[in-house]
């Protein structure tokens, strides 16, 4: 008999795209089809890294960009074997942001001189990620920057700005573009009814849940 594993979906999205409400929507499906789960939020907060990477985004500390971006990193590696183990004991772990949002926001940093300079190179941005457990698919919840305005506004934390979300749009497209073969990279158009975003994001999923996966988890980019 194969041993089967569970997949690990990553839910990514822009500000203002309803990504907290979907996963929390994603988990209630989980609950509801008996499937064990685990839901992981990043940056996890909590951490004694999480805490520097909170009073970051909240502008009650300044840190140089090549730090802040090692930090998120070094807040998922954190949490890397404990992924790996759930999806080995078969429970689908379900995070809210993962990589794909720390090589998006931190390439979208530009200089304040010159805003088509990036402050990071694209691939600067990606090494630290290299090796982290891999999301079997990548749903994300995409939004017009224009159309999330009208959602109410941003909020108050730093890259909560219609520039930098719009810098930050087009770094996920080329992320998903460049996504590797394995991963299944969905593209859902966050402007629709809620319950339509739901039941989309659950028909992406529901097989690879369902079924399981035989395969090991793979590794980020290697
Ligand atoms: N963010 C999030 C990053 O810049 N890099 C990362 O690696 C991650 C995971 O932190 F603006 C940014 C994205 C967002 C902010 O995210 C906090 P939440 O989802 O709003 O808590």
């Not at 909240?58 to 999806?87: C, G, P, Q, Y």
């Not at 931190?106 to 891999?134: H, M, N, Q, Y």
């Not at 998903?176 to 990279?185: I, K």
Request: charged share 30%; proline share 5%; net charge negative.
């Amino acid at each position: 008999m194969t041993t089967k594993r569970a997949p690990f979906i990553v839910v990514e999205g822009l500000d203002r795209s309803g990504k907290t409400t979907q996963t929390s929507l994603l988990q209630a499906r989980l609950e509801k089809e008996n499937v064990p789960n685990r839901l992981l939020k990043f940056p996890d907060r909590t951490t004694t890294i999480g805490k520097m990477i909170d009073s970051y985004l909240k502008s009650t500390s300044e840190l140089d960009d090549h730090v802040i971006h090692l930090l998120f990193s070094a807040n998922r590696w954190e949490l890397a074997s404990t992924i790996e183990n759930l999806l080995n004991e078969g429970v689908t772990v379900i995070a809210d942001r993962y990589a794909f949002s720390g090589i998006a926001f931190s390439a979208s940093k530009v200089e304040a001189s010159d805003a088509t300079v990036p402050k990071l190179p694209f691939e600067w941005c990606r090494a630290p990620d290299i090796g982290l457990p891999a999301p079997d698919a990548v749903l994300f919840l995409d939004i017009a920057p224009e159309q999330a305005r009208l959602r109410g506004g941003y909020g108050d934390e730093r890259y909560e700005k219609e520039e930098m979300q719009a810098r930050v749009r087009q770094a996920f497209k080329r992320i998903g573009e460049e996504a590797e073969e394995g991963t299944l990279w969905v593209v859902v158009d966050a402007g629709s009814e809620r319950d339509v975003v739901a039941e989309e994001m659950w028909g992406s999923v529901e097989a690879l849940v369902q079924r399981g996966l035989t395969a090991p988890v793979g590794r980020l980019w290697k």
